[in-house]
Nanobody
């Protein structure tokens, strides 16, 4: 069984910073891409940032230059450093990972439970 556990959310003022953590645990053979998504009330879930196993990154235009995604492959962990936060960044942030649990088995997408990020103006 595979689990993704997120932490690091909270309430900060506009202009502040937060760092999100997500650790994958359980029966893991390998992890391909990892990423962060967010969902604001009344809106669809959207990609915030992703990172491949080779550390190639991709960002939503709305967070470029403010957010940085990184990962520690040895710890099966992905991070999201969020700076210059804006009220419109308020959302539930979800961790995602493409995980292979055994050799030759196709990867499967796993999701964390979500962590609330609230930015006050």
């Amino acid at each position: 069984q595979v689990q993704l556990v997120e932490s690091g959310g909270g309430l900060v003022q506009a202009g502040g910073s937060l760092r999100l953590f997500c650790a994958a645990s359980g029966s893991i053979f390998s992890i391909n891409a990892m990423g962060w998504y967010r969902q604001a009330p009344g809106k669809q879930r959207e990609l915030v940032a992703s990172i491949t196993s080779g550390s190639i990154t991709n960002y939503a235009d709305s967070v470029k230059g403010r957010f940085t995604i990184s990962r520690d492959n040895a710890k099966n962990t992905v991070y999201l450093q969020m700076n210059s936060l804006k009220p419109e960044d308020t959302a539930v942030y979800y961790c995602n990972a493409e995980i292979r649990i055994r050799v030759l088995v196709p990867t499967k997408n796993y999701w964390g439970q979500g962590t609330q990020v609230t930015i006050s103006s």
